[in-house]
């Protein structure tokens, strides 16, 4: 049985359909779910993918609408039950603002970390460039990350990435939650902009809840599913990989983000 | 109420007419109640201050495009009279695909609110791709502003900031990349910017839908719907305001005229329209739709029902209304954004609403915004529509389908045009001079890199990104996810082209536009143009646009249809924008501005220009001749020439390596314009973060030696740089010979990062290019990073560079 996994579409999103594609080519089954559906239509999916866009405009902040929705209190339940969530961009910013993200084993629903505006020298937070991302200090423990070594490039694109933590305590947790970090391109770690594009704490990309099934990612593993959309001035491994394609065949394989996917539909398998 | 005009002088008229702000003349008016034969209800009034501004009836242009435009080569499925233009792409997974392409300008509104005026300018081409019934998958945006050094700096400097946020603002909200654009400074544009945006597309052919009600509406009954936004008075008289002069002081009153963008709503309601395209398919209807751009509901209403040969009868108090006590000429004539009309059969109309209102929750996802039935198409050809009963406007076909009348002579410029040819610059940089020439040539304005401003906008949403922004001479999408297919997009247009001389720059901006997508390795397919230009009452001004379009068409017939050559290369939807002229007197650089859209079967074997590897042989194309224009230098240029290439040369040569590029002969390739061979060969050698570590040594021996070294490096005559295996270079050169092309092969691709100029023996220079990479990458953050003064003291230094004949 193919696992199928709900993209959830809310007002403004607007990573969907490659979102979709990126997942049936990780061989699962993968299907639009709105926001407006019956929230207990959720309840048969095996996992749920929050794609990026900018859902009810960042109206007050990115993703902070979209996380009062019913269908967030669905996603919440399937998540204690070890339901894999994703969040990607937008859908990263939902799951933070909901505190699904970095989730509290108390089940107290305080919110423990944020994603502010990006902090860049002398200019407005909005920006997009391609990244490198390694595993954080967590990320054998979370599902999406367990057994990464290479350095995985894709692009960045939001105003609002910059992890941040409410209070020491969760500065002193963060890292273990930390399950995907900007980098350099040969893979070491990078806090300093351009390699962490954002300011964001501990060059933090990626944060997971405790028990490792709900990852919240700023950068889109999607749109580096295949090797042609990496781009030929790319340094790195995979750059050269695409340096060698000459033909639409050669590129039509499998590009960095499919690691994270196929995480995923290994996860869905046991 | 009726406006009491019957009977009075054209004077009178327009006297009453503009007490409520209508802007025709008195004699338009007069020959308005000819074709109706009555007095004119406000809401009539306001639908023919509309239809007949210079915006919507092409009343000065339209003679010119007749005479010049050619005819639709036979690969063009839909062209002007459509709100897109549509092409196939042939058969892609057992379907023929088709591309649909938009071209306008959102000028005016952007120099007087940049940010909402850029926005919206995205908001409406994208919505003329849409409504064709295809997804948009790329904008374009070709942007020219003032001189950031000029004495309007600021002013300059605030519009560049807006337009760039506001063009980032809509098409990253919407989720639709920015797949490329171009950015020219230039004095002229100091008071009045252009905004000339591009929108692409695909559909399945079967999915097109035509901006017409269909003729299923002679069987059954069919209704007009109304998508979107509730309507409101944002934007009345929007195009009329386009189609005037912008006066300084008018600008503030004018701001009530620029429409407001609204990308979170636009993509819900393109996510529903996606599930009305399904829909569509499903039931097997036939259907019409238009988007609301000038003129809102009465323009694209009346428009939609009239091209079908129908006419309407509507109930405006039906449609949605965002704010209390509008009245029927707002309702009817208000450019509130992100509107459709559809034509559908009445029997399915409230299925096919509940698409909207229903599925995707439009009233709760924004005030009042909905799908709703607000009236019917009829037979008989007359746009009716009343307000809570009330007949307010009952204009037939033939009375508004009238065209206003005005004379617009045409006259050359004097012999002298407005600037004379200069000389060119005196000296050779000389010795230790050629690095400091080279950084300033470089790191000017127009020669800088734009990597500051598309680092604001969202080039990989879609997932279909191939070649982005900065990393080819074209962009290039996969539109179709799995298949092999590339689509090339380019957009251009060099403003002081335009000001030199409006015939060549129309050639050139062709030219240029379908080299780009040559040297990405595909083939064109078609074009779309915007027509930039100044008061159309003034002779000389409109003599410029004539002669520019004269331009384009002998290049489009030049080059041809690449399908069929003798055929020319069509020009498949565009756009015509007159009175960019500030009240101070000064017009716009003459500017034509054109996209090209190419294929290649296999986007895997697209060119770019990044050097591939050392000891491969570079071949200079085209012939060189002493001609540059200033671009190369500051925005504020004092001389200039424009190069006047032969056509049928240039058709040859763009064939010739088209042909080498589809047999897989070339490593690479990059188009030779703006800047010369340096600006070709530093973007070869570098790209937006670093030296790529590879760089050439080229030999001015192999030309003849009419050009002096500097000249020759700045020469603009059109060409193409190729990168070539010496494997293949006996046989490149023997195919360029064969194909009669004027070529030189210059030099080699070497280890490092320099360029190194010889001649025969002797070495000219030797430019690092780490060194000028340092000041080229950053020379755009001044505009628009918060620093924004650490700009100025290097503006002038480019400024005084430029003026003193380029040496240093």
Known sequence: MTARVAVLKFPGSNCEAESVRALVRAGLGAEVVRWNERPESLLEYDAYLLPGGFSYQDRVRAGAIAARLPVLEVLATRAREGAPVWGICNGAQILVESGLVPGDPGGSEAIGIALAPNRIADRDPYYTRWVYLVPGPGAERCLFTRGLTEPLPMPMAHGEGRFVTADAAMARSLPERLALAYARPDGRPETAFPWTPNGSALAAAGVANAAGNVLALMPHPERAQVLAQVPEWLEGAWGDRRRRGHTAEALEVEGPGMVLFHALARALQR | MKLAMMGRTPEEMRTEAGKHGLRLTGEEWRQALAAVGRDLTLPEAFLYDVSWSEHCSYKSSRALLKTHLPPLASHVLLGPGEDAGVVSLGLWGGEEWTLVVAHESHNHPSQVLPVEGAATGVGGIVRDVYCMGADVIGVLDALRFGDP????????????????????????????????????????????????????????????IRSRVPEAARAEEYALVLVGKPTDATGLGGASFASQILDEEEAAENRGAVQIHDPFLKRVLVEATKDAWRWIEEHQVAVGCKDLGAGGLGGASSELVFAGGFGAEIELEQVPQGLPDLAPHEVLCGETQERFVWAVPKRLAAEFCAIWNERYDLARTYPNAAAAIIGRVTEERVYRCRWHGDLVVDLSAAALETLPQVPRPVAPRSEAGPIADPPPPREDPGGAGWQAWAESRLAAWNASSRAAVYRFYDAEVQGLAFLRPGEAAAGMVRPIPGESLGVAVSVDGNPDYGRLDPYWAGVLAVTEAVRNVVAAGARPLCLTDCLNFGNPEDPVALGELDAALRGMAEACAAIGAFARPEEALPIVSGNVSLYNFSSAGRSIPPSPIVACFGVIDDYGRALTPRLKEAGSYLIVTGARERVWGSTTGDASPTRGRVPKPDLAAEAREIRAVLALAEAGLLRGANDLADGGLLAALFTMATDEERCVGLGARIDLAEFEQTLAAHEFLLSESPGFVLEVDPERIDQVEGHLHAAEVDFATVGLVTPGTAITVLRGDDQLAELDLVRIHARWSRRLESLLYHNRGAGLEGAADARHDARDGASR
Not at chain 2, 165 to 193: I, M, R, S
Not at chain 2, 195 to 208: L, S
């Open chain 2, 149 to 208: 050094s000029g004495p309007n700096r600021e002013r300059v400097r605030g519009i560049v900031r807006g337009v760039v946020q506001g063009v980032a603002e809509y098409g990253n909200a919407l989720g639709v990349p920015n797949a490329g654009g171009d950015v020219a400074f230039h004095e002229g544009f100091d008071d009045n910017c252009l905004v000339n945006v591009v929108a692409f597309g695909v559909a399945p052919r079967r999915r097109i």
